[in-house]
């Protein structure tokens, strides 16, 4: 928070710039662009990462300033992507007609993103291998995200979810840490060790964001179908007849808050809560292993141990007031 308030001012100029690489010719577009950077706000301030990780190798966070605008291009144009898939109505409020926001949408996530990395301000040498990682992270997390919505439950466990979960959450932080390497003028193997942390953070911060789900009531997992590694971890936590139930309640959840709620309850038992802990504690040893492999500078390597930290609390408790809460708020 305070490296993002220290460098807001950047940010935002370098957020103005990206949108004037557009043209005179595409008014429409970039205010159509801007519409939507305006109404997608982050709660958590993850678009300073790549400028952590070029400060760790470096010293200096600010030549990373135009990842930051790359990160939060991306993310604000795949959270829209998935509010559409997901059938929710919340391009309206943009100001926008759907097939507008939809084109914006596209603008935001690859074109744009790939203006910002051939700017000057980024050393000629580095252009084409940063615009390489913003493809990579498209098909990836396109990879991902088709995962998620097929909502596969045949053969389902906690290795195949973090499969979806390092498409559609990892590929995104593993590219703009990967790039904040490149641009560092990093060899491929450190870069490589930069990906895998971006990778394994975005696994730390989708199950940081599962518990929310619950937590919050917004219970847009229950609602969508989706195949969550809590849900991975219930159905290795049954067996038989008791699986096939948990499989029964999945797939009614999405019209039965009396299925919801019986889902919920089997989500949050004990033993189930168990095998989710141990996994949100896998992820985060693996995360700060790599951290101390890298090494690099102390201060902004400390920083990334800290957000590591941050990301992987467990939250859900066992108790039934969490299931009885979910009834009342689907």
């Given at each position: 928070?305070?490296?993002?308030?220290?460098m807001?001012a950047?940010?935002?100029?370098?957020?103005?710039?990206a949108?004037?690489m557009?043209?005179?010719?595409?008014a429409?577009?970039?205010?159509?662009?801007?519409?939507?950077?305006?109404?997608?706000?982050?709660?958590?301030?993850?678009?300073?990462?790549?400028?952590?990780?070029?400060?760790v190798?470096t010293?200096?966070?600010?030549?990373?300033?135009?990842?930051?605008?790359v990160?939060?291009?991306?993310?604000?144009?795949?959270?829209?992507?998935?509010?559409?898939?997901?059938?929710?109505?919340?391009?309206?409020?943009?100001?926008?007609?759907?097939s507008e926001?939809?084109?914006?949408?596209?603008?935001?996530?690859?074109?744009?993103?790939l203006?910002?990395?051939?700017?000057?301000?980024?050393?000629?040498?580095?252009?084409?291998?940063?615009?390489?990682?913003?493809?990579?992270?498209?098909?990836d997390?396109?990879?991902?995200?088709?995962?998620?919505?097929?909502?596969?439950?045949?053969?389902?466990t906690?290795?195949?979810?973090?499969?979806?979960?390092?498409g559609?959450?990892?590929?995104?932080?593993?590219?703009?840490?990967?790039?904040?390497?490149?641009l560092?003028g990093?060899?491929?193997?450190?870069?490589e060790?930069?990906?895998?942390?971006?990778?394994?953070?975005?696994?730390?911060?989708?199950?940081?964001?599962?518990q929310?789900?619950?937590?919050t009531?917004?219970?847009?997992?229950?609602?969508?179908?989706t195949?969550?590694?809590?849900?991975?971890?219930?159905?290795?936590?049954?067996?038989g007849?008791?699986?096939?139930?948990?499989?029964?309640?999945?797939?009614?959840?999405?019209?039965?808050?009396?299925a919801?709620a019986?889902?919920?309850?089997?989500?949050l038992?004990?033993?189930?809560l168990?095998?989710?802990?141990?996994?949100?504690?896998?992820?985060?040893?693996?995360?700060?292993?790599?951290l101390?492999?890298?090494?690099?500078?102390?201060?902004?390597?400390?920083?990334?141990?800290?957000?590591?930290?941050?990301?992987?609390?467990?939250?859900?408790?066992?108790?039934?007031?969490?299931?009885?809460?979910?009834?009342?708020?689907?």
């Open positions: 928070m305070d490296l993002h308030r220290e807001s950047d940010i935002e100029e370098e957020r103005k710039s949108l004037a557009l043209g005179p010719s595409a429409s577009v970039r205010a159509a662009v801007a519409d939507l950077m305006e109404h997608r706000t982050f709660t958590y301030p993850h678009s300073v990462l790549p400028m952590i990780v070029h400060a190798e010293g200096a966070p600010g030549p990373a300033v135009p990842l930051a605008v990160h939060e291009l991306w993310w604000t144009s795949a959270c829209y992507l998935d509010d559409l898939a997901d059938g929710q109505g919340v391009l309206a409020a943009v100001g926008l007609r759907e926001a939809l084109l914006a949408t596209l603008i935001s996530g690859i074109p744009l993103p203006l910002v990395v051939q700017s000057p301000r980024i050393p000629e040498q580095a252009r084409g291998p940063l615009s390489a990682e913003i493809v990579r992270c498209w098909i997390a396109t990879e991902g995200q088709l995962r998620d919505l097929r909502a596969d439950v045949d053969g389902i906690r290795d195949t979810v973090v499969a979806a979960y390092r559609k959450s990892g590929s995104p932080y593993s590219m703009v840490t990967a790039m904040a390497a490149r560092a990093r060899s491929d193997e450190r870069v060790l930069w990906r895998e942390f971006g990778n394994v953070f975005g696994v730390l911060w989708q199950l940081f964001n599962d929310q789900d619950i937590l009531g917004r219970n847009e997992d229950l609602a969508n179908g195949v969550t590694y809590l849900l991975a971890c219930a159905l290795e936590s049954a067996d007849d008791a699986a096939d139930h948990v499989l029964e309640l999945h797939t009614a959840a999405r019209r039965s808050p009396d919801a019986a889902l919920t309850g089997i989500l038992a004990p033993d189930v168990r095998r989710f802990e141990q996994g949100i504690g896998a992820f985060r040893d693996r995360a700060h292993r790599l101390r492999e890298l090494g690099g500078d102390a201060a902004y390597s400390t920083l990334l141990h800290d957000l590591v930290d941050r990301a992987s609390p467990m939250l859900l408790p066992a108790v039934e007031s969490v299931a009885r809460a979910v009834s009342t708020q689907l």
